[in-house]
């Protein structure tokens, strides 16, 4: 799938943002998520995942400082696939082995 000219100039929004506090972290993850990912346990240490509307990954319950600011694939996020992570300079998408287990599209409460 090509990368159409948005995704070309993504950049992560969110990927560095610092928090006062966790009540301060928890309220605006649950403004920003549109997606909660939870992944099939196949011994990864990542389980979780809470992503905006334009794809970035807001947080990741482990490792974050790896996951945070990637950008997936929404249009081919299904429940039962690997997830898809666009590379922007490669004009191309990374498969994950992190097949997708629950995708709930709504915002979270906390």
Not at 32 to 58: P, S
Not at 76 to 95: D, F, H, P, Y
């Amino acid at each position: 799938m090509k990368i159409d000219e948005q995704k070309q100039k993504y950049k992560a929004e969110y990927k560095d943002l610092k928090f006062k506090s966790k009540q301060e972290f928890d309220k605006w993850l649950v403004e920003k998520t549109k997606y909660e990912i939870e992944f099939v346990d196949n011994g990864q240490d990542c389980l979780k995942w809470f992503i905006d509307n334009g794809g970035e990954v807001l947080h990741s319950e482990k490792q974050s400082s790896i996951w945070n600011g990637e950008l997936v694939d929404l249009y081919s996020l299904r429940v039962g696939k690997n997830i898809e992570i666009m590379e922007v300079e490669k004009q191309a998408n990374r498969v994950l082995d992190f097949v997708v287990k629950t995708k709930v599209g709504k915002k979270l409460t906390k």
